[in-house]
């Protein structure tokens, strides 16, 4: 079984950093994408960054927002997405989601997503 598993969420200071990181573990054959989202409260969820084939380093969307700001890399041998924060703003306050497409088998994918993190930054 596929899972997601989400650290370093937490509390802030405005202009602070924070690092998130996300695992994902079990059995399968591939992780096609992977990346960052978040949720505000009562909106929807929306990319924050994401690999968009997870085998090609330069392959990454950011949001506009958080461009210069945040900056995803990953560890492809330990299946692991990291998103290191720069200079947070009250406005970054939600809990940000790891997702991912994982192939289970060729040509079988399927979108996991972690548990969520809460992030809140105080001004």
């Known amino acids: 079984q596929v899972q997601l598993v989400e650290s370093g969420g937490g509390r802030v200071q405005a202009g602070g950093s924070l690092r998130l990181s996300c695992t994902a573990s079990?059995?399968?054959?591939?992780?096609?994408?992977m990346g960052w989202y978040r949720q505000f409260p009562g909106k929807q969820r929306e990319l924050v960054a994401e690999f968009t084939r997870w085998l090609y380093t330069n392959d990454i969307v950011y949001e506009d927002d958080v461009k210069g700001r945040f900056t995803i890399s990953r560890d492809n041998a330990k299946n692991t997405v990291y998103m290191q924060k720069h200079s947070l703003k009250a406005e970054d306050t939600a809990v940000y989601y790891c997702?991912?497409?994982?192939?289970?088998?060729?040509?079988?994918?399927?979108?996991?997503w972690g548990q969520g993190t809460q992030v809140t930054v105080s001004s």
């Open positions: 997702g991912a497409e994982i192939s289970v088998r060729w040509q079988q994918a399927k979108n996991y």
């Open positions: 079990g059995t399968f054959f591939s992780i096609n994408v």
